[in-house]
């Protein structure tokens, strides 16, 4: 397995910060009252998922890495939900985005399971 250089060479990471472009993008249509609110919100924990990833990516340890893991995979799901609200809400399609969220939720999966055989035994 080759080992990658920086965070940015992983595809979970890449991934995760197309889901904050695309975020971001999605958010700015919002209507201007929820800039503090639902905008605000789902900015902060997609953007926690990426740099969450990109920190444990740097850490030494597995238990380390774990832990940021964990912690991003605690921001997908707040993001999960920000997405059924913005659904409920009728602000915008969350179809695509919500597809493209679920495929760093497999691939950030795979990563944390590989990290943990690491901590095993």
């Given at each position: 397995m080759e080992k990658k250089q920086d965070f940015r060479d992983l595809i979970v990471w890449r991934k995760a910060h197309q889901f904050v472009l695309e975020t971001y993008s999605m958010t700015s249509?919002?209507?201007?009252?929820?800039?503090?609110?639902?905008?605000?919100?789902?900015?902060?924990?997609?953007?926690?998922?990426a740099a969450n990833i990109a920190e444990g990516y740097s850490k030494r340890g597995?238990?380390?890495?774990?832990?940021?893991f964990n912690i991003a995979q605690g921001s997908l799901s707040?993001?999960?939900?920000?997405?059924?609200?913005?659904h409920d809400l009728k602000y915008g399609s969350v179809r695509e985005i919500g597809l493209h969220l679920e495929e760093v939720s497999r691939l950030l999966n795979s990563y944390r399971r590989a990290i943990g055989n690491t901590t095993e035994g």
């Open positions: 249509r919002f209507p201007r009252e929820e800039l503090f609110g639902i905008t605000s919100q789902i900015r902060k924990a997609s953007v926690s998922i597995p238990r380390d890495k774990m832990r940021f707040e993001c999960k939900y920000y997405l059924i609200l913005i």
